[in-house]
């Protein structure tokens, strides 16, 4: 497929998550300060642990979705099939990366289309919530769930990536009374997603009347965006309090919980493990979300991501069992406490 100039800047991002100091360094999800209860006699054999849960309506097996990470490109197109055939394997959801390049260049839709090699999975689509000051309505919205066969839709902030890239979008006054337009008209569940930079209580609180399914509170401490687009636009990171900026994940997902008691949470931004997607959960996440870590994995084989996720998976069963939480939903009860010291 032809690369337009946003597909070819997709692929610099690719390329710049392989191989650049992308990570946070000063700043971390905050898990580690975050202690589960150890039960000695957990009086659970490992074989009875249920790591299934209901998401947007549909059962996974695992609280686990595959994050947002590409599109628009060839190498591209193997990344995310490849995700979705090992998303199938395992019964967890998938979200794409932003639709947006194949809105504006057809040529690139192929890079999405996934439904072929995962039927059952549940597909959550794609867009930037900035577009929507662009000229983007609920015609757009519709055709990014439409035309991949999507049962879901994400809206992205990324106001500071945004801000540090060549020709982004740095317009967001309206943005919220755009989104209260077009969720309600989409069609399908609207998810509002940040990109690992954290979204607050006060914002969620601010769009508590939109009609989002669900929020991914994509928190700070895994992959830095605004030291990718440092990274793509002066090959250093010149302000690295820039790039360290955000709210971490475990106090966005608190934070979020507080203001939104009712609306399902995704947790994401630095999650690495099972403990990670446990402590989440605890937390008051209904899921969690994995992404650069499989991205390595997804250039290689299906099979390859798929034994990544499944050492997350085991380790996140091994996890409950000693927690004593037979379930999810035990899980989410367990009384965790803030580490001292």
Not at 206 to 214: E, N
Not at 299 to 321: F, G, H, N, P
Request: glycine fraction near 10%; charged fraction near 25%; aromatic fraction near 4%.
């Amino acid at each position: 497929m032809p690369a337009t100039p946003l597909a070819r800047r997709k692929l610099r991002h690719l390329q710049a998550c392989l191989e650049g100091p992308v990570d946070y360094t000063t700043r971390t999800p905050g898990f580690e300060r975050i202690d589960l209860p150890y039960r000695a006699l957990p009086e659970l054999d490992l074989d009875e642990i249920d790591t299934s849960v209901v998401f947007l309506g549909r059962r996974l097996r695992a609280p686990l979705l595959i994050g947002a990470m590409t599109g628009g490109a060839e190498k591209a197109r193997a990344i995310n099939r490849n995700l979705a055939e090992a998303a199938q394997r395992l019964g967890v959801g998938l979200m794409l990366g932003s639709q947006r390049v194949m809105l504006e260049a057809p040529e690139a839709g192929s890079s999405f289309q996934v439904r072929d090699v995962a039927p059952d999975v549940l597909l959550v689509g794609n867009l930037g919530a900035a577009q929507l000051l662009r000229g983007y309505g609920v015609a757009e919205a519709r055709r990014a769930v439409e035309e991949v066969g999507a049962d879901a839709l994400a809206f992205h902030a990324n106001p500071l990536q945004e801000a540090l890239q060549p020709g982004g979008d740095v317009r967001w006054r309206g943005v919220a009374a755009r989104l209260a337009e077009v969720v309600p008209e989409v069609g399908a569940p609207v998810l509002l997603k940040e990109v690992g930079h954290g979204i607050s209580g006060a914002v969620a609180r601010s769009v508590a009347r939109v009609g989002f399914a669900a929020i991914d509170v994509a928190g700070a401490g895994g992959t830095s965006w605004a030291r990718v687009e440092a990274l793509l636009r002066d090959g250093e990171v010149r302000r690295p309090d820039l790039a360290e900026w955000g709210l971490a994940t475990v106090e966005a997902l608190l934070e979020v919980r507080e203001a939104l008691p009712g609306t399902p949470l995704v947790a994401s931004g630095g999650v690495r493990s099972g403990l990670d997607v446990a402590k989440s959960l605890a937390l008051g996440a209904r899921v969690a979300a994995v992404a650069r870590p499989l991205l390595a994995p997804a250039l290689d084989s299906a099979e390859a991501v798929e034994a990544a996720l499944v050492a997350v998976i085991e380790e996140l069963r091994l996890v409950m069992q000693l927690v004593g939480a037979r379930d999810v939903a035990a899980l989410a009860t367990v009384p965790w406490r803030t580490r001292v010291g």
